[in-house]
C-alpha cells in the first residue's frame, strides 16, 4: 500500500484530540483536587469536635476526678445497667433475629420494619412510648401497680430504656449472621438430625458468632451511651438513674472539668467498640476469602 501524506484535516483531528485529551486530564485532576479537598474539610468536620474534647482536659486531672463520688457512681451505674441490658438483649435478639432469618410468613416485612424503629426513633419521643406503657397510668400501668411496683423513677426504668434503643443492633446483627450461612449446610442437616434445635446450637449459631459478638459490643455501647429515652422515661436520679451521659448533662456547667472526664471515658468506648467491630468483620471477610 503507498504512503498516504496526511492531510489538514487529519493533522487538526489529531490536534483536536490531543487538545481533548490534555483537557480530559486537567479535568479529571481539579474534580480529584475538589474531592480530596471536600474528604478533608468532611473528616475535620467529625474528627476536630472529639479532638477538642481531649484537648481541653488537663491530663493532671484524672487522679483526681476519679475520686469524685459522681463520677464513681455514674461509671458504676452505667456499667451494671449497660450489662444487664445487653443479657437481656441477647435473650430477646438472638432468638428473633434468627426466627426472622429462617422462616417465612405473612407479615414478616411490617414486623422487620418495627424492629428497626427504634434505631430511627428519636429519642424522646422513644422515652414518652416508654412513660405511656410502664408509667402508673400507662398501658401496663395498673398491672404493676396490683403488684406494687412503680417503673419509672427506677433503676429498672434505665434498663428498660437501654433494652429498648439497643437491642435492635443485635437483631440486625444476628439476622445477618444467620441470613449468610450456607442454605445447603443448613438443608442437609436438617436431612440427617431432623431436630432444628440441635442445629441450631450445633451449625446455625457458631457459624454466626462474629456477627452476633459485633452486635453484643454495639448493643451494650449503644446502652451506655442512652441519654434521651433515659431522661425522659427514668429520670436524672443521682445513684440511681443518672447514667454517664447524664451526668455529662448534668456536670456541664457544675462541673465542666468532670464532664470532660466522663465524655472522654464515652468516646474512648466508642472508640473501642468500632475497633473491635471492624476486626471482627476483617476476620468474618478473611475467612469467606479462604
Not at 483526681?64 to 430477646?92: D, F, H, M, V, W
Not at 422513644?126 to 404493676?144: N, R, S, V
Not at 452486635?215 to 451506655?224: E, K, S
Not at 445513684?239 to 451521659?245: A, E, N
Amino acid at each position: 500500500m503507498a504512503y498516504q501524506l496526511p492531510t489538514i484535516t487529519n493533522i487538526k483531528q489529531e490536534n483536536n484530540n490531543k487538545r481533548a485529551l490534555r483537557f480530559s486530564q486537567l479535568a479529571d485532576r481539579a474534580a480529584l483536587i475538589f474531592l480530596i479537598a471536600i474528604v478533608i474539610v468532611y473528616v475535620f468536620f467529625l474528627t476536630l469536635p472529639i479532638i477538642s474534647v481531649f484537648l481541653k482536659f488537663d491530663v493532671a486531672q484524672i487522679g483526681l476526678q476519679l475520686q469524685n463520688p459522681g463520677i464513681i457512681k455514674a461509671i458504676e451505674l452505667s456499667l451494671y445497667t449497660s450489662l444487664i441490658a445487653t443479657c437481656l438483649s441477647i435473650i430477646l435478639a438472638i432468638p428473633t433475629g434468627y426466627f426472622l432469618a429462617t422462616r417465612k410468613f405473612y407479615g414478616k416485612p411490617a414486623i422487620d420494619t418495627l424492629m428497626d424503629l427504634p434505631l430511627v426513633l428519636p429519642p424522646a419521643v422513644a422515652g414518652i412510648a416508654l412513660l405511656y406503657t410502664f408509667a402508673p397510668k400507662g398501658i401496663l400501668g395498673p398491672l404493676f401497680n396490683g403488684l406494687g411496683i412503680t417503673i419509672p423513677g427506677y433503676t429498672v426504668a434505665v434498663i428498660i430504656a437501654q433494652t429498648f434503643v439497643a437491642s435492635p443492633f443485635l437483631i440486625r446483627a444476628s439476622k445477618i449472621g444467620f441470613e449468610k450461612q450456607d442454605k445447603t449446610l443448613y438443608n442437609s442437616a436438617i436431612i440427617l438430625t431432623g431436630s432444628r434445635l440441635r442445629i441450631f446450637f450445633t451449625i446455625s449459631l457458631p457459624l454466626a458468632t462474629r456477627a452476633i459478638i459485633s452486635g453484643i459490643v454495639m448493643t451494650w455501647a449503644r446502652a451506655m451511651g442512652e441519654f434521651g429515652a433515659t431522661l425522659m422515661f427514668a429520670g436524672n436520679l443521682p445513684g440511681i438513674t443518672q447514667t454517664i451521659p447524664l451526668a455529662i448533662y448534668n456536670m456541664l456547667y457544675s462541673d465542666p472539668t468532670a464532664g470532660l472526664m466522663l465524655s472522654i471515658i464515652l468516646i474512648s468506648t466508642a472508640f473501642a467498640v468500632i475497633v473491635i467491630v471492624k476486626l471482627l468483620e476483617h476476620k468474618r471477610y478473611e475467612e469467606r476469602k479462604c
